[in-house]
Nanobody, 117 residues
Framework: QVPLVESGGGLVQPGGSLRLSCAASGFPFSSYAMSWYRQAPGKERELVASIATYGGNINYADSVKGRFTISRNNTANTLYLQMNSLKPEDTAVYYC??????????WGQGTQVTVSP
């Protein structure tokens, strides 16, 4: 059983939107802080957005502020990333991650987002 499974990636034109989902299973999702990371070819993996267990304490990378929205549904054990006004520089593999103090962290396998005319 894979703890985190991302979906929703794909090819979109500049200015378009995508909604990524990250389905969690096999661990207490509601007690984990969650985050989205991305990694573009030849670049380091970077933090895109994070959200606390209760849905607050939300933070974004400067490059996505005002365009991306992170949210979670603890009943559905799912994390989301709504991405609007997409730019070519948003092209990357997007990963979700779960963290909790003194517990192992979990990573998904990633979903490809490509922004191109």
């Amino acid at each position: 059983q894979v703890p985190l499974v991302e979906s929703g990636g794909g090819l979109v034109q500049p200015g378009g939107s995508l909604r990524l989902s990250c389905a969690a299973s096999g661990f207490p999702f509601s007690s984990y802080a969650m985050s989205w990371y991305r990694q573009a070819p030849g670049k380091e993996r970077e933090l895109v957005a994070s959200i606390a267990t209760y849905g607050g304490n939300i933070n974004y990378a400067d490059s996505v502020k005002g365009r991306f929205t992170i949210s979670r549904n603890n009943t559905a054990n799912t994390l989301y990333l709504q991405m609007n006004s997409l730019k070519p520089e948003d092209t990357a593999v997007y990963y979700c991650k779960g963290t909790r103090w003194s517990s192992p962290e979990y990573w998904g396998q990633g979903t490809q987002v490509t922004v191109s005319p």
